[in-house]
């Protein structure tokens, strides 16, 4: 395997290699020093088998996810297909011509992962990446969960919102047309919204 580059976020370390020559990404979640070691080894092998579970899962929701090539639970490492393309963060930024494609896209996308009960825990357009083979491709499922409720659902659109509320604040119509196809596409689509409501009225009244 080598290394090329290197992209550090808050908990995993990702470095692009190959795995049996096809080029891959290698996720992985370094023991922290300041956690106890025990609790430290649980939280990481946790951490990883949650997020190739939930890939998976997501996978044979039909969605587009990078195809699990290797897991090492003790180390917290994850060798997955290597998606090559643009961060739907960009994108949404250019506000180009293909904006509008991406986005009804993003919304049929997280109408499948909740119409199979699956949530996403962390749905920012960081996680998304549409690739050059004109995919919509979903990853970081670390925070995800499986039989997830209306709640989970709602917190899911919520986070999305909020997301879009800060990183892409003349972005409202790119938000409004996910919106417009994961109604299209999701079953309860009217519960999952009206509770995105309840959970913006707590937020402010608590
Ligand atoms: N399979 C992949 N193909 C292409 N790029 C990837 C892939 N997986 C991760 N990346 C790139 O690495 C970045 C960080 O990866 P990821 O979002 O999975 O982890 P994280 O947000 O750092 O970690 P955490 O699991 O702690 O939330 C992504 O935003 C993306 O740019
Ligand atoms: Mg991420």
């Known amino acids: 395997m080598m290394d090329r580059d290197v992209d550090m976020g808050a908990e995993a370390i990702v ?6 020559d096809r ?10 020093g300041y956690r106890h070691p025990e609790l430290d080894q649980n939280l990481r092998t946790h951490r990883t088998k949650n997020e190739a579970r939930t ?17 090492d639970h003790h180390e917290g490492v994850i060798v997955m297909e290597h998606m090559v393309g643009r961060k739907v963060r960009d994108i949404i930024d250019e506000n180009g011509s293909d904006t509008e494609e991406v986005c009804r896209r993003i919304g049929e996308a997280i109408a499948k992962l909740h119409n199979a009960r699956i949530c996403h825990g962390d749905l920012t357009t960081s996680n998304m990446i549409f690739t050059d083979t004109g995919e919509l491709c979903i990853i970081d499922f670390s925070l995800g969960s499986i039989k997830c409720d209306v709640e989970e659902m709602g917190v899911d659109i919520r986070l999305l919102e909020r997301a879009f509320t800060s990183a892409h604040s003349k972005s409202s119509v790119a938000f409004d047309t996910i919106i417009g196809s994961y109604r299209e596409n999701m079953d309860r689509s009217k519960e999952v919204l009206n ?9 402010r009244y608590t």
């Open 15 to 20: 470095t692009y290699g190959q795995y049996m």
């Open 23 to 32: 080029p891959a990404v290698i996720k992985t979640r370094p023991r922290k």
């Open 55 to 71: 890939m998976r899962e997501a996978r044979m929701a039909g969605v587009r996810t990078p195809v699990i090539y290797d897991v």
């Open 195 to 203: 509770r995105v409501e309840v959970i913006k009225n707590r937020a």
